[in-house]
């Protein structure tokens, strides 16, 4: 059998820290895959079915915990959320990096598992930037924003459960850390050709 080469990298930390931003810039690179979780909330105006999430009924996603389908689960604001073990398993054969944003909770979880990956914290460089680039993004309501930011300073007291911690100051720095961190910053990962093919 082929051994499986790729691995995991888990992109997580609180919320404005600059997740999104930084998976999206590790997405250029055709050696890695995103983590497509599942989840019962309904879809956002906007959002395409297998490509933000897999949505899925309350019923069929129970179902698909019971049968062993995601490496972890977890409930937020009332809906399930969980990562699919079978494109994770596809990604690693592949020799490709999965990649998975997630949130604090969600990390941990999956570390007490010792599921194997690569943990990386996103640390904003203070509170108080923090603040202005979630205020700036607009999305939240003060009161939500509020409750994020008291969550975050919790949040950033689990950092050193990380494998790494990436300091999201200046963001082309940081992109080219977690590159570095997770061995993107040269030529394809071992084992996997230019053409996608496994020699
Ligand atoms: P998360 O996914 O962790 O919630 P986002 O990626 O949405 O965070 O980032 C929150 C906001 O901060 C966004 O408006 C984003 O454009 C901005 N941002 C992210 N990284 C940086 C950075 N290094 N410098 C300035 N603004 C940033
Ligand atoms: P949203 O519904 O706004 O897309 O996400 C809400 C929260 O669910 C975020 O904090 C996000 O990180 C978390 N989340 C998304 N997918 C997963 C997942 O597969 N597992 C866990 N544990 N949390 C997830």
Redesign the pocket.
Known sequence: MQEALGRMLLVS????????????RLLTDDRVVFSVSATTRPMRPGEVDGRDYHFLSAQEFRARRDAGEFIESAEVHGNMYGTLRRPMEAALAAGRVFLV?IDVQGALQLKSLEVPGIFVF?APPSME?LRE??A????ESPKVLERRLQKAEDECRERERYDHVVV?????T?VNEVRRIAGLETGPVAGLASDGAIR
């Open positions: 930390g609180p919320s404005g820290c600059g997740k999104s931003t930084i998976c999206r944003e996103i930037i680039r979630l700036g993004r607009g999305t999201n100051d200046e963001l082309e940081a």
